[in-house]
């Protein structure tokens, strides 16, 4: 099986290649949409801001080519986020794979002294789809992030972070995303990403 990661103007991408390695994989990680499309799987991670991410996977007609797979995708943490309609992050108009907004966490968080960014470990409830076989209701993964996609139709799990209840993962059709890192959420993001590899998809 192929699984390619997208090279892209992003952060952190290393290490989701070091997780597929320890779930036996072998990714191509590539720009290149060929490659992309002969993909049996394909990740879209990073760490980074909405507006400069966005420039760069138009200038570089990346986007287009990921919001035209047809194999399943995962967006991983700015990957949920691009794949959305719009962030407000820079007033960024995104993919629009999904038709949800990007907001950011309410100033009334940081009144009530929750911290934002939300940094380290909080829970994932209302769990659907094989993406999450083999985990809890209520199983802790790994959260870097100030901006959100509210809960929507679309949400295959949920987390509460500072009295707001927000989609912590997505899917439509072929797409599926995380807000959180499986790649460094231990066991159970590992479980994930293997999970996302052995999908069945028509």
């Known amino acids: 099986m192929k699984v390619a990661v ?29 490659e992309l499309a002969s993909a049996d799987r394909v990740i879209f991670p990073g760490q980074g801001e909405a507006a400069n991410t966005m420039a760069y996977l138009r200038e570089s007609g990346l986007g287009e080519v990921i919001r035209s797979l047809k194999q399943p995708v ?3 943490c700015i990957g949920q986020q691009l794949l959305c309609a719009h962030s407000e992050e820079g007033d960024t108009p995104c993919l629009g794979v999904f038709e949800s907004p990007v907001v950011r966490f309410p100033a009334t968080c940081e009144e009530g002294r929750v911290k934002i960014p939300q940094i380290g470990w909080n829970t994932i409830e209302n769990l659907q789809t094989p993406l999450f076989d083999g985990l809890k209701e209520g199983d802790f993964v790994y959260f870097v992030h100030s901006f959100y996609v509210p809960d929507c139709a679309a949400a295959i799990a949920r987390t509460t972070y500072g009295g707001v209840i927000y989609a912590s993962a997505l899917r439509r059709g072929n797409f599926y995303t995380t807000q959180f890192h499986p790649e460094k959420s231990g066991d159970e993001g590992l479980r994930i990403l293997h999970n996302f590899i052995h999908l069945c998809h028509d």
């Open 6 to 34: 997208v090279r892209y103007n992003a952060g952190n991408i290393r290490s989701v290649i070091n997780a597929l390695h320890r779930i036996g994989v072998e990714p191509v990680v590539t720009d290149d949409a060929a």
């Open 74 to 76: 995962l967006g991983i």
